[in-house]
């Protein structure tokens, strides 16, 4: 069996780094070995990358293989539209999904990102990827009941493939490019849909200037931080629970101004707080008022502050201080199924978020 394999290391070509490599055994063991040997892979087994799969997955596209979708650092490793299909394929992905895959890598490799610092901090960031849109619905990606979780291959499947293209192409191997103290299951893959046809407010991604059928957003955070309210009937009640979650000293929001906060909304949390006429803006500026710490508190947790100088001008111990430093960075979403269980997302801190439109490859 002949494979396409992304070539890494010290001596590897950073231009898409491919290489044709020989396997006489199909074994799966066979092939774990030959990715374990070679610094490839998750640690999970894989799809071979067979010349036929890569080619059938470019072909239902009709691109340019050789076209550049990014530049992947810590190794700037160049990402070509082929490298992103074999990785694709190594993770599973059916062919379709290849667009909104492109289009992942292009929204993490954008400078606000701050891909550097979130591939080799110490931190256990991960890219979590939202489907926005048409793209979500006709490709199959779970936006209801369990969409954190296993269970859709979309989902599963292109959160992977990114992870694969930062490991492979970028070099972001743990210990050696990703310097992540602990991990997170996350990094495994981290990949949900905007659950659009239950929210009642406008798509996330038209929220953010984006005017196109489908889009995604990569975020780059922690893994979701669960809250639950299964009782109340007012948004007061119910988003102060959620503002609980956002003042913790644990998070790098504490320390890091700039941070933005994701809040993944349950339809029926969504429901409850639309019923009282508030919208997005207002879930925003109630959170920030409300995720708030006492300054004596925060400034006694922290010797190293990357605050904004108004905050720092503030010398009252008893001010209760908000977790970030613009209700902008507070972004509010729906997704999931029935069941009153929302979650938030903190920051990593030195990164923003991207969305992108999803665009036609080879159209």
Not at 65 to 70: E, K, M, N, Q, R
Not at 192 to 213: C, F, K, L, Q
Not at 319 to 345: F, Q, W, Y
Request: with cysteine.
């Amino acid at each position: 069996m002949a494979l396409r394999g992304p070539a890494v290391g010290p001596d590897a070509s950073l231009d898409g780094g491919l290489e044709m490599i020989e396997l006489a055994d199909e074994s799966p063991e066979s092939l774990l070995d030959l990715l374990d040997g070679r610094g490839w892979g998750d640690g999970l087994p894989i799809v071979a990358p067979t010349p036929a799969r890569v080619d059938a997955m470019l072909a239902a596209h009709g691109a340019n293989p050789d076209d550049v979708i990014a530049v992947v650092p810590p190794r700037d490793g160049v990402a070509t539209l082929r490298a992103v299909a074999v990785n694709a394929v190594m993770a599973g992905c059916p062919p379709d999904v290849l667009p909104v895959l492109a289009a992942a890598v292009r929204a993490a490799t954008q400078p606000e990102v701050n891909l550097p610092g979130v591939q080799a901090t110490t931190h256990p960031v991960a890219p979590l990827v939202i489907v926005h849109g048409d793209a979500a619905a006709q490709l199959g990606f779970n936006a209801g009941v369990g969409c954190f979780g296993p269970g859709t291959r979309a989902n599963a499947t292109v959160g992977r493939a990114l992870r694969f293209v930062l490991m492979h192409v970028g070099g972001a191997r743990p210990g050696d490019g990703d310097a992540s103290t602990q991990g997170q299951p996350s990094k495994y893959t981290y990949c949900i849909a905007e659950n659009a046809a239950a929210s009642p407010w406008p798509a996330y991604h038209r929220s953010r200037g984006v005017d196109a059928s489908s889009a995604v957003t990569v975020f780059c955070g922690e893994g979701p931080h669960n809250f639950h309210d299964m009782e109340s009937d007012e948004p007061v009640r119910l988003l102060t629970k959620a503002a609980s979650v956002m003042a913790t000293l644990g998070s790098n929001n504490a320390c890091i101004s700039q941070g933005e906060f994701f809040v993944v909304l349950c339809p029926e949390h969504a429901a409850t707080i639309a019923a009282h006429g508030w919208s997005r803006e207002d879930v925003q500026s109630f959170l920030f008022e409300h995720a708030r710490l006492p300054r004596r508190v925060l400034r006694g947790a922290f010797d190293i502050l990357a605050w904004e100088q108004w905050l720092l001008d503030i010398d009252d111990d008893d001010a209760l201080l908000p977790m970030t430093e613009n209700l902008d960075n507070i972004r509010v979403l729906v997704a999931g199924g029935p069941g009153k269980h929302s979650c938030v997302v903190p920051s990593w801190g030195m990164t923003r978020s991207v969305t992108l439109p999803v665009e036609a490859i080879g159209s």
